[in-house]
């Protein structure tokens, strides 16, 4: 989905908004306001394609989506974002319609998802806010936890407007990706154990470990492991699924440049290319930059498509990679069975 067909918003949401119609007319009456039915945000739907930007605030940070002429990305890091994650944040915020008012007490926030920061993650709401092209504030929603009792197919959910205190049962929902990798195709490429050849860690003053499929198919060895002590063919599992796929946790613009001595690693693929991580700042924060090298010419075309999605940013791995990335000789190998 490119940019220009966000316009088709206007219709999907005209089509929505007659079923929700339908729905709150034949929906349980519950305790109802007297803006029961009408919409949160009167007039979105029409200027949904006037949304730019959309900024939401967690309980781990803030950050901003943008629409561009050539697509959407995440405003610090310009690495693209979603294009059907935003349509559906804007359409869902469109559809919301009143249904019944709830508490106003701050101490009572928390029960339906709607808590400041500085309470439990789990019960802070997250706040969405839709900018126009001038930055002007379209929308602003506390969004918090989901209800299934409304009724109707959408249910519903709790949201909080602007910095008010009243809390409402809406019906619809507003589906902001959770957590922010989910805005992005966190997937950059799998090798897979036919394609998988051997993968090298070694640099930051740690013990190097070099693992090798000799053929197609077979699983990874430890090429150099210390006399006495054999491949742990479970830990070399585990390292095979650093690449199958390679993945992020988290994405940035680069900052400094990687140690002389840091940590790598270097994993070939049967495909005709390569892959290089190298760690950026302390192994333990698990931020990588990627190099990717053709090493065949029937690589190129893979590795230059790879090349497009990692060159200029820096990525975070996740907690169990980065354990990983620490591993020594010994926590790949292991004594032969059978010895005492």
């Known amino acids: 989905m490119n940019v220009?067909?966000?316009?088709?918003?206007?219709?999907?949401?005209?089509?929505?908004?007659?079923?929700?119609?339908?729905?709150?007319?034949?929906?349980?009456?519950?305790?109802?306001?007297?803006?029961?039915?009408?919409?949160?945000?009167?007039?979105?739907?029409?200027?949904?394609?006037?949304?730019?930007?959309?900024?939401?605030?967690?309980?781990?940070?803030?950050?901003?989506?943008?629409?561009r002429a050539d697509g959407f990305y995440e405003k610090d890091s310009d690495y693209p974002a979603k294009a059907d994650a935003f349509r559906d944040v804007?359409?869902?915020?469109?559809?919301?319609?009143?249904?019944?008012?709830?508490?106003?007490?701050?101490?009572?926030?928390?029960?339906?998802?709607?808590?400041?920061?500085?309470?439990?993650?789990?019960?802070?709401?997250?706040?969405?806010?839709?900018?126009?092209?001038?930055?002007?504030?379209?929308?602003?929603?506390?969004?918090?936890?989901?209800?299934?009792?409304?009724?109707?197919?959408?249910?519903?959910?709790?949201?909080?407007?602007?910095?008010?205190?009243?809390?409402?049962?809406?019906?619809?929902?507003?589906?902001?990706?959770v957590p922010q990798a989910a805005w992005f195709e966190i997937n950059l490429v799998n090798i897979g154990r036919d394609a998988l050849a051997g993968l090298r860690i070694s640099g930051g003053g740690l013990d190097e470990i070099v693992a090798v499929s000799e053929k197609k198919g077979d699983d990874l060895k430890i090429a150099n492991a210390p006399e006495g002590r054999e491949t742990d063919s479970g830990k070399t599992m585990r390292l095979s699924f650093m690449v199958d796929p390679i993945s992020f946790q988290d994405v940035r613009k680069p900052k400094g440049e990687p140690a002389s001595d840091a940590r790598r690693v270097v994993v070939t693929s049967r495909n005709g290319y390569r892959v290089t991580y190298t760690s950026i700042g302390d192994v333990g924060e698990g931020w990588v930059r990627f190099a990717v090298d053709a090493t065949e010419d029937s690589g190129k075309s893979e590795a230059d498509d790879l090349r497009k999605k990692v060159e200029g940013f820096e990525f975070k791995l996740a907690q169990h990679e980065i354990d990983m990335l620490k591993w020594g000789l010994m926590d790949v190998t292991a004594e032969p069975k059978g010895k005492s």
Not at 14 to 24: F, P
């Open 4 to 67: 220009r067909q966000i316009g088709i918003l206007g219709l999907l949401t005209a089509v929505s908004l007659a079923a929700v119609g339908v729905s709150l007319r034949t929906g349980s009456q519950g305790f109802a306001t007297d803006k029961r039915g009408q919409l949160v945000f009167p007039g979105l739907v029409q200027r949904a394609n006037d949304v730019a930007s959309l900024t939401i605030r967690d309980a781990e940070r803030s950050y901003t989506i943008e629409k």
């Open 90 to 177: 804007v359409s869902g915020a469109a559809l919301l319609a009143f249904e019944e008012t709830k508490t106003a007490d701050p101490a009572r926030f928390a029960d339906l998802g709607l808590a400041d920061p500085g309470v439990a993650p789990e019960a802070i709401g997250r706040q969405l806010t839709l900018h126009n092209a001038k930055g002007d504030v379209l929308a602003q929603i506390m969004a918090g936890n989901r209800d299934s009792t409304v009724g109707g197919a959408a249910g519903g959910s709790y949201i909080r407007l602007g910095d008010q205190k009243q809390t409402w049962l809406v019906r619809g929902e507003v589906r902001v990706p």
